[in-house]
């Protein structure tokens, strides 16, 4: 349940950081998002980071939960990279 409870926030995370970044919103929405609402994509991301690492070293203390919680983040990153390689994929047999 610990490692569940990391993995719903930081997977979450890196997906607002992806689709703050202008390239990833013309792959998903064809157009860039207004600069507010990157921002505020951004700042979500980041804010979700950083509750993911409050949950890991909540816990399981700083010395373990860094190293739980860098190993999560490295998973969502795979994930969230691999979904966005897979969309790319599939919109391009679509064609």
Sequence with gaps: MNHLA?????LPAF????????????????????????????LAGWLALLASLAIA??????????VTWCGHISLSAAI?????????RRKSVKK
């Design 6 to 10: 990391i993995q719903l926030v930081s």
């Design 15 to 42: 997906a607002l950081l992806a689709l703050a970044m202008d390239r990833h919103q013309l792959d998903l929405f064809g157009r860039e998002l207004p600069a507010g609402q990157t921002r505020g994509l951004r």
């Design 57 to 66: 070293v909540g816990l399981k203390g700083w010395s373990l939960g860094l």
């Design 80 to 88: 969230v990279i691999l979904t966005m390689v897979a969309w790319e």
